[in-house]
């Protein structure tokens, strides 16, 4: 049997409104983990919606997404992509929650190692988290107790969706949306496993911000080849909205990640330093570090401007 293909034939019309009148947004490798490969992002000029074009198939992402031989770029890198997930923010991201009812249930979807859950118990003591993940490390990470529940597979598949039917106070996506194949089902399952009155939690990259346009392919929100699509904030609200849902909070300030600059920096050195290159990659991580602070220090002015890199999206299922 012939291999199945990696991608999908190219699209000529926006998947998210159907426009014709599209551009080419960017052409990029894969600069994270140097797997072969160029990758092109189209925009629709219309709605503005970002996409992968041609994009991966499922067969495809599944390539893409093994862990790498060599692990990622080098430690600096490690470092700076970590800033998504450190404790303090996703406790900040958890807070969010504090004016809305008590959840009894959450579900986070897409959630790794469940390190989302594990800092989220520090505002919601009393809440049962379950984790949902296509690997099983979901499994592992209830074997170390950061879940309750864990749920190996893809929110959209039917068993899957059947099991989890109206049984969580909060469903939470962070990072989630824009690496799926077909994010309006992905959301309409979500609003399946939450509860009449339910909340959905949601955290995407910003395509709007202004660091995409000055940092084209080096922005690390764009991504290639993992983030299949990139959203922009009016039409995922609208988007919920038709599925029955209003939006109780958008926020493009209190989600910003400071790390638009070291992540840049960190990903041309691994991409210009040629191998064997640890002793080259350990003697840049002065400069890596200045970009981090200065990422740090202008986090509070950028959060409030275009610069902010990331929205969130809190939605009451009606």
Known sequence: MPPRPIHEPRRDNCPWCGSKRLR????????????PGTFAVDECRDCAHAFQNPKLTAEGLALYHRPPARGLPGPSAERVLATR?????????????????????????????????????????????DGLDPTARVVRAQEAGRVEEAHQGQLTHPATSARLRARYDVVSMLGHVEHTLDPRAELRAALVALRPGGHLLLELPDPHSAF???????????????????????????????????????????????????????????????????????????????????????APLLRHTRFSNTYRLIARKN
């Open 24 to 35: 080419n947004r960017l052409r990029a490798p894969d600069l994270l983990h140097h797997r």
């Open 85 to 129: 997930t450190r404790r303090r923010r996703l406790v900040a991201t958890a807070r969010a929650m504090l004016p809305f009812p008590e959840p009894e249930s959450w579900l986070d979807v897409g959630t790794g190692h469940a390190l989302f859950p594990e800092a989220a118990k520090e505002v919601f003591t009393y809440t049962s988290f």
């Open 212 to 298: 995409a346009a000055l940092l084209g392919k080096w922005w690390v929100a764009h991504g290639q080849p993992r983030h299949l699509h990139l959203i922009p904030l009016p039409n995922l609200r609208a988007e919920l909205e038709s599925q029955g849902c209003t939006i109780v909070r958008a926020d493009r300030s209190g989600a910003h990640v400071p790390h638009d600059l070291a992540a840049a920096l960190a990903l041309y050195l691994s991409r210009a330093i040629p191998s064997p290159r640890t002793a080259l990659l350990q003697a840049t991580t002065p400069l890596v570090t200045a970009a981090t602070a200065l990422d740090h220090t202008l």
